[in-house]
């Protein structure tokens, strides 16, 4: 068994990984070990071919490779020491300024003791059995990133004939690069009345190529004994339930499902931080510190991010958290607030706020609604909104002056329709 000491862990070397070890050695930060599964560091990055990255982060538009190279650049020159091919598999804390994180790497064991340790362990995606598609398991379903990778990474076709499961994000993409390499995308196929992705994925992967999107469809089961031979799909009504009699059968050879992303945090649910059923993630405050003292969460492993750019972002801002952990022995004792969901908010991080700092939010609507108002009445905020959409995340600052006179011990987010005031 290896030893090795850190001011900052860094677990996952994806976008928030990279940007949070970057940026953890930028703050001083003597010893920042960065530890990746992968032999590729990167995360998704490397495997997103498309342009649509860094934006906001770089106010370029990047492809993904590009995006992870310049993090890496970055990384490797300020002198993180990088362990690839080493997978977390348990998490220990100690003492308050000392957690254990036991690896797996082609060192053998490694014992990594840190003051500080980042999650950014990223998202997995669901699986077919999990979004209730019965059938045998023939050869041609593969999740979209098992795609992704044979295509992008190995320069294989899963096959020529495809249907997809699921309007997010990656589904979109997945369709318009099938396309792109001369696939047939018989169909995308959407359970609920409305497109799970991006307005501009929908016009850009969808509608420029004529895929048919079908909302309020669904996949009930796979056609095929050895090899995808075709799917049963059909309407449901309010409460997703197939109606009786509109199946039909879509020929196909693949099928590819796209049905969600979930936070990639076992080590930490087994090591008893407080859990959010809403993002599926653990419970942070607006340091992005876990009810663990000196665990930190970023990316996709703290809230399912649409744009690479906020998982930078959040990286950041919880390496910048972890140094002020390290410089002043942990963060103030304060009462935290709670942040409660109100009207139509499904979910919001950080879930708690001390209140001493401008806190960015990021939520998610359960409805897609027009002209509405964005509303933390405790703090007198009001924020007129066109629309919201539950693919679009929001994101919105409270500065710390607003929180100056709060006197309840809580506050409450909700989306409200205007003509309601
Ligand atoms: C198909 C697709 C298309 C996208 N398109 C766009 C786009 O056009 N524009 C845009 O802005 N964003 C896009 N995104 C979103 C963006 O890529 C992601 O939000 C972002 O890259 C997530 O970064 P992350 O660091 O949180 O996670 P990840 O990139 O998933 O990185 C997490 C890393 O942690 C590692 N890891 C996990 N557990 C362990 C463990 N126990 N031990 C060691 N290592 C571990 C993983 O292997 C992985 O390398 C897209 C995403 C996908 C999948």
């Known amino acids: 068994m290896k030893k090795i000491y850190a001011d900052v862990l860094v677990l996952g070397?994806?976008?928030?990984?990279?940007?949070?070890?970057?940026?953890?050695?930028?703050?001083?930060?003597?010893?920042?070990?960065?530890?990746?599964?992968?032999?590729?560091?990167?995360?998704?990055?490397?495997?997103?071919?498309?342009?649509?990255?860094?934006?906001?982060?770089?106010?370029?538009?990047?492809?993904?490779?590009?995006?992870?190279?310049?993090?890496?650049?970055?990384?490797?020159?300020?002198?993180?020491?990088?362990?690839?091919?080493?997978?977390?598999?348990?998490?220990?804390?100690?003492?308050?300024?000392?957690?254990?994180?036991?690896?797996?790497?082609?060192?053998?064991?490694?014992?990594?003791?840190?003051?500080?340790?980042?999650?950014?362990?990223?998202?997995?995606?669901?699986?077919?059995?999990?979004?209730?598609?019965?059938?045998?398991?023939?050869?041609?379903?593969?999740?979209?990133?098992?795609?992704?990778?044979?295509?992008?990474?190995?320069?294989?076709?899963?096959?020529?004939?495809?249907?997809?499961?699921?309007?997010?994000?990656?589904?979109?993409?997945?369709?318009?690069?099938?396309?792109l390499q001369g696939a047939h995308v018989k169909a995308v196929i959407e359970i609920l009345p409305y497109p799970g992705g991006l307005t501009r994925n929908i016009q850009q992967c969808l509608i420029d190529f004529g895929i048919p999107l079908y909302l309020s469809h669904k996949v009930i089961s796979v056609n095929g004994t050895k090899r995808v031979e075709g799917v049963i799909v059909g309407k449901v009504d309010e409460k997703l339930n197939t109606i009786p009699g509109s199946e039909f059968e879509i020929k196909c050879d693949t099928l590819i499902v796209s049905a969600g992303l979930l936070p990639r945090v076992e080590l930490l649910m087994r090591a008893g931080a407080f859990m959010d059923p809403a993002t599926k993630s653990a419970v942070v405050n607006e340091y992005l510190e876990t009810t663990i003292p000196g665990v930190f969460l970023a990316g996709n492993a703290l809230v399912i991010n649409d744009l690479v750019d906020y998982a930078a972002e959040q990286g950041e801002a919880a390496a910048t958290s972890a140094i002020k952990f390290i410089q002043e022995g942990g963060f103030p004792s304060c009462v935290q607030k709670s942040v409660v969901k109100g009207r139509n908010v499904r979910l919001i991080v950080p879930q708690l706020i001390t209140g001493e700092n401008d806190v960015f939010f990021y939520g998610r609507v359960s409805q897609p609604e027009e002209d509405v108002y964005l509303k933390v009445p405790e703090v007198g905020m009001k924020l007129r909104m066109l629309r919201v959409k539950p693919p679009e995340m929001l994101r919105f600052k409270i500065r710390k002056k607003q929180f100056e006179n709060l006197e309840e011990d809580k506050i409450t987010i909700s989306v409200e329709p205007r003509s309601e005031g």
């Open 13 to 179: 070397a994806g976008a928030a990984g990279l940007a949070a070890a970057a940026k953890a050695k930028e703050f001083g930060a003597e010893h920042v070990v960065l530890l990746d599964e992968k032999e590729e560091l990167g995360g998704v990055l490397p495997q997103c071919i498309h342009p649509g990255f860094g934006l906001h982060y770089y106010r370029e538009d990047l492809t993904g490779p590009e995006f992870a190279f310049r993090l890496y650049e970055k990384v490797r020159n300020l002198g993180v020491e990088v362990h690839n091919q080493a997978y977390a598999i348990e998490l220990i804390p100690r003492k308050y300024d000392e957690k254990i994180v036991r690896a797996s790497s082609p060192e053998g064991l490694l014992d990594i003791h840190a003051k500080t340790v980042i999650f950014a362990t990223g998202a997995r995606e669901r699986q077919r059995h999990e979004i209730g598609i019965i059938g045998y398991r023939p050869i041609g379903v593969y999740t979209a990133g098992q795609a992704q990778t044979m295509m992008d990474l190995y320069g294989m076709m899963p096959g020529k004939e495809i249907v997809i499961v699921g309007s997010g994000d990656v589904g979109l993409i997945m369709a318009r690069r099938f396309a």
